[in-house]
């Protein structure tokens, strides 16, 4: 017994934690398209795998063209043997990118913390002559 279920818009913001906004823009954008009955719009399995798959792209960072490319390959023929190997170079060069991004976040922290000790060191010179009046 296949039984196609079926979501609303509401199932999928609630499921999500996403607005309406956010699905209808994905929609616009091409990366989804659920079917319309009048003014409702039904999302099938395929609609709330991609929406998976954008919401955990956005979440990493890619663009979303990036994740069209991807997405795009996913529905290609030969689609499957494709998609994975392009994915997995967008995701290689993404991990590249946010070590680098790690490094200078790491580094800023290290800078930030060097002036809070001065300051704190300053301050600190500051109130021992008063103390001492």
Do not use: C, W
Request: proline share 3%; glycine share 6%; aromatic share 6%.
């Amino acid at each position: 017994m296949n039984i196609s279920r079926t979501f609303t818009i509401r199932q999928l913001t609630k499921e999500f934690s996403v607005t309406a906004r956010t699905l209808r823009f994905y929609e616009d954008e091409g990366l989804i398209a659920p079917e319309r009955r009048g003014q409702t719009r039904i999302y099938s399995p395929r609609d709330r795998a991609r929406i998976i798959l954008i919401l955990r792209g956005r979440r990493v960072g890619f663009s979303l063209a990036e994740i069209r490319e991807i997405l795009d390959l996913y529905s290609g023929p030969g689609g499957s043997t494709a998609q994975m190997v392009h994915s997995r170079k967008k995701f290689v060069e993404r991990i590249e990118t946010l070590e680098r991004q790690k490094i200078d976040i790491d580094e800023s922290l290290h800078e930030l913390r060097r002036g809070i000790a001065e300051i704190d060191q300053r301050l600190a010179q500051q109130q021992r002559p008063q103390a001492a009046e």
